[in-house]
């Protein structure tokens, strides 16, 4: 059974940082990602590694200010989140598929945790 639990949000001031953590169990291989959903918006993709590989992409709204990367266990998945702006504020998923492709189209991930949220405010 794959399961994903995300953790790690909370509120800060723009400008600051945060580091979202996603304990990963049941499935190895394929591509991890993160995506945020703001209210009354569609759900975006942030940023995708391929497990295991290091291999990287990121969606321009946060490339140079945010970082995926894993535990060398590949167990976790980190979302560290720098120059955070109250545009940044939404529900934040980890997710996980089974391909390789490093797609940031939610509907490419079969695997979803519960969100944790993140408010930036001014």
């Known amino acids: 059974q794959v399961q994903l639990v995300e953790s790690g949000g909370g509120s800060v001031l723009a400008g600051g940082s945060l580091r979202l953590s996603c304990a990963v169990s049941?499935?190895?291989?394929?591509?991890r990602g993160w995506f945020r959903q703001a209210p009354g918006k569609a759900r975006e993709g942030l940023s995708s590694i391929q497990d295991g590989r290091g291999v990287k992409n990121y969606a321009e709204s946060v490339r140079g200010r945010f970082t995926i990367s894993q535990d060398n266990d590949k167990k976790t998945l980190y979302l560290q989140m720098d120059s955070l702006r109250p545009e940044d504020t939404a529900m934040y998923y980890c997710?996980?598929?089974?391909?390789?492709?490093?797609?940031?189209?939610?509907?490419?991930?079969?695997?979803w945790g519960q969100g944790t949220q993140v408010t930036v405010s001014s």
């Open positions: 997710a996980a598929k089974r391909g390789w492709s490093l797609s940031l189209a939610d509907t490419l991930y079969d695997y």
């Open positions: 049941g499935i190895t291989g394929g591509t």
